[in-house]
């Protein structure tokens, strides 16, 4: 029988907010984080393959990380790594991976993951996901995985379950809220009926690429100019000429807040998305002064609630710091306020133009 379920995992990412441990050259989703020996995309193939044949898995990443890509994840075949050629956002990324996956199963059924997540609970996430992929099958619907929040958080998107509409004991959407002030946070939380946007999507090829019709014609039009080509020798040809005109957006802004066809599962699995020092901060095994370690050996003096990384064996001695990330790799250190974080971006800007991209 015929296996429809397909599998994308969303490869592309620079990782800027982990720089100087993630870097443009080798970014967060090609690292080992944890010392487990796999790279967070590797483990999030490894998670994927238990329900998914390996020849429906497909990674959407950049045309720079193709060789280090097929290096990690030597069970793929070369046309299973697709190529943009420049970043223009998830949409135009995802209608790429939908295109060529139509060519090869008009009735696919699709999940689309982050490759830098952390999942702790992988039973109950990798069931949710099979459900997931039966409730689209069945049905036109969009459907993403919430989590269930465990306190008011501003680091991520918020979703709104409508708990009056249910198909299958999966709620629709009511609204998508992008990441609120700690007050609002409060309110969404107390409330009981919003969940954290995880970023993982699943649908049927039909009912995303009519979606993308709808809210990103432009996409689609360009897309379908070249349609026969998908699957074929030709179609990276197509895409570096085509990507190019597709709008620099997101699918939750392009499509999921704009349809009104998206339900949600709401779901506790052990979920983080490692999107900034702080999340990590938050799961990585910690001493008595809430200070956490990772690639390094540390001496921690008159010193709390610190996140240190360093390049494998290296000894640090911190003295003195409160609420402090400490990272290192190769040429570059950094020493920044963990509640202040959010400028790394603006500082690996600052680095590249006064020293070039020899330290970005």
Sequence with gaps: MKNNNFCVIMGGGVGSRFWPFSKEDKPKQ??????????????????????????????????????????????LAKNQILLEPLRRNTAPAIAFAVFHIQAINPDANIVVAPSDHLILKEDIFLSEIERGLEFVEKNPFLLTLGIKPSR???????????????VDGIKKVKTFTEKPNIDL???????????????????????????????????????????????????????DQAFPFCPNISIDYG??????????????????????????????????NNNASLHCKTLYVESND???????????????LDGYIVAESDNALLICKKEEEQRIKHFVTDVKFRYGDEYI
């Design 30 to 75: 090609f690292l080992d984080f944890f010392g487990t020996g796999r790279s967070l995309l590797q483990s999030t193939f490894d998670r994927f393959k238990k329900i998914i044949p390996i020849e429906n898995i497909f990674v959407v990443t950049n045309d720079a990380y193709a060789d280090m890509t097929l290096k990690q994840l030597p069970e």
């Design 152 to 166: 008011p958080e501003t680091g991520y998107g918020y979703i709104q379950e409508n708990h009056e509409e249910i």
């Design 185 to 239: 946070a409060k309110v969404f939380f107390e409330s009981g009926e919003f969940v954290w946007n995880s970023g993982i999507f699943l649908w049927n090829t039909k009912s995303i690429i009519e979606s993308f019709r709808k809210h990103l014609p432009d996409i689609v039009n360009k897309f379908n100019e070249g349609k026969e080509f998908f699957n074929t020798p030709r179609e990276k040809e197509f895409i």
């Design 255 to 288: 499509i999921m807040e704009k349809a009104d066809n998206v339900y949600v599962i709401g779901c506790d699995f052990g979920w983080s998305d490692l999107g900034t020092w702080g999340s990590l901060h938050e799961i990585t095994e910690k001493d008595d």
């Design 306 to 320: 610190n996140v240190v990384t360093m390049s494998d064996g290296k000894l640090v001695v911190i003295q003195g």
